[in-house]
């Protein structure tokens, strides 16, 4: 069984950045497709971004392109997002999603079998 923990979240003012980390154990090699999903207090989880096994493929929701990148380390099982130009709006917490069934990127929660704990990101104006 695959198990995934989050870290690199906090407070940060407007327009600043955080680093998210998840850190992949256990059966690491059945992990394919990466991704982050965040969830407002009172809204649904949301698609953030996702990276396929070999990191050359990518996907980001229209809400976070251009300021936020995911990228993996499959020797640390390991993948990342970069959080830039942070808005009050960017506020959720933050969840690490792995899936073992498919190989190229997917953007649905449905399609992700392995859920990290979140964690929470709070952006101040």
């Known amino acids: 069984q695959v198990q995934l923990v989050e870290s690199g979240g906090g407070l940060v003012q407007a327009g600043g950045s955080l680093r998210l980390a998840c850190a992949a154990s256990g059966r690491t090699f059945s992990i394919y497709v990466m991704g982050w999903f965040r969830q407002a207090p009172g809204k649904e989880r949301e698609f953030v971004a996702a990276?396929?096994?070999?990191?050359?493929?990518?996907s980001y929701a229209d809400s976070v392109k251009g300021r936020f990148t995911i990228s993996r380390d499959n020797a640390k099982s390991t993948e990342y997002l970069q959080m830039n130009s942070l808005k009050p709006e960017d506020t959720a917490v933050y969840y690490c999603?792995?899936?073992?069934?498919?190989?190229?990127?997917?953007?649905?929660?449905?399609?992700?079998?392995?859920w990290g704990q979140g964690t929470q990101v709070t952006v101040s104006s």
């Open positions: 990276i396929d096994w070999s990191g050359t493929s990518t």
């Open positions: 999603a792995s899936s073992s069934i498919y190989t190229s990127v997917v953007t649905k929660a449905i399609l992700y079998n392995i």
